[in-house]
């Protein structure tokens, strides 16, 4: 079923492979369309590096949007999408009560347990974006896994106006925060992003680049979005998150 929000195309699943892929097939080059795709479930959700994201039917907002003929910089965007889920989710719940937090580079977090992941990709002369966000609880979903209707003021249980109302928020904080990404620059979005990391400023992490540990400290995220580190030599290095493992 085809919806709109605002001039996006929205195509509506019951069941999909994975909404990234869907989206690469209803690609057209000749067209410089914004579409978003979203399932009720999907058989095969991707995580990044080939990992899985279980996606059990009516649990979860499993959506991609294309961004067409999107030439700039992309290694920014994990964050400034991320980030965009939590100020989207702070409006849905106590602000006393839950906090949320944006685990390097593309985790959402809350209570220490994930309860979202986005994942970019780049195809032909557009960029996907596909976020996963756990919203009624499931078996199925990982033991590290939260969702939204754990929280503590949590209230709506009822999954297609909660999945419709996140999308619907989600699309137009979206599109807003990239309009301002591209006119302004990154700077309004990585100092605010710095104030939801797990590791903040001067927290200890352990990383793996070339199959070596590394021991470091946090020292903030670079203008591309990437973590900063200080390693235990003094020397600041800028880690790259298809690089590296990072371990909190
Ligand atoms: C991510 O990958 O966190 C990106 C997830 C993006 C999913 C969306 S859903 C719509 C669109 N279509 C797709 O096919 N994908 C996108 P990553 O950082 O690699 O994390 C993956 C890891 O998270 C897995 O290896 C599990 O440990 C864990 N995981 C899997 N499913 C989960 C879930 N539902 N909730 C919490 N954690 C999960």
Redesign the pocket.
């Known amino acids: 079923m085809k919806i709109k929000i605002g001039d996006w195309d929205v195509f509506q699943y019951e069941s999909i492979d ?3 892929e869907e989206i690469k097939r209803r690609y057209i080059a000749s067209e410089n369309k914004k579409l978003i795709v979203v399932s009720n479930e ?1 058989t095969v ?5 080939k ?5 059990p039917k009516n649990s ?1 907002l ?3 949007w294309s961004l067409c003929n999107y030439p700039r910089e992309v290694e920014i965007l994990p964050v400034v999408v991320a980030l965009t889920c939590i100020k989207c989710l702070e409006e849905f719940s106590d602000e006393k009560k839950e906090k949320y937090f944006l685990k390097w580079p ?2 959402l977090i809350t209570a220490g347990k ?1 309860l979202g ?3 970019i990709e780049k195809y032909k002369n557009s960029i996907i974006i ?3 966000i ?1 919203l009624i609880s499931n078996d199925m ?2 033991l ?2 939260i969702s939204l209707n754990q929280l503590n003021s949590f209230k709506n249980n009822d999954f297609v106006s909660l999945r419709n109302d996140v999308l619907f928020r989600l699309t137009i904080k979206l599109e807003d925060n990239l309009n301002q990404l591209y006119s302004n620059g990154s700077g309004r979005f990585l100092k605010e992003a710095q104030e939801y990391l797990t590791t903040p400023r001067g927290t200890s992490i352990r990383f793996i680049k070339d199959n070596t540990v590394f021991n470091a400290k946090v020292v903030g995220l670079s203008q591309e979005g990437r973590l900063k580190v200080e390693l235990e030599n003094k020397k600041v290095v800028i880690l790259n998150s298809e690089e590296v493992s990072v371990n909190l």
């Open positions: 994975s909404t990234n999907q959700g991707k995580g990044r590096h990992r899985k994201w279980i996606s979860g499993y959506a991609s593309n985790d994930k992941g986005v994942l596909g976020i996963g756990n979903l990982p590290t896994s």
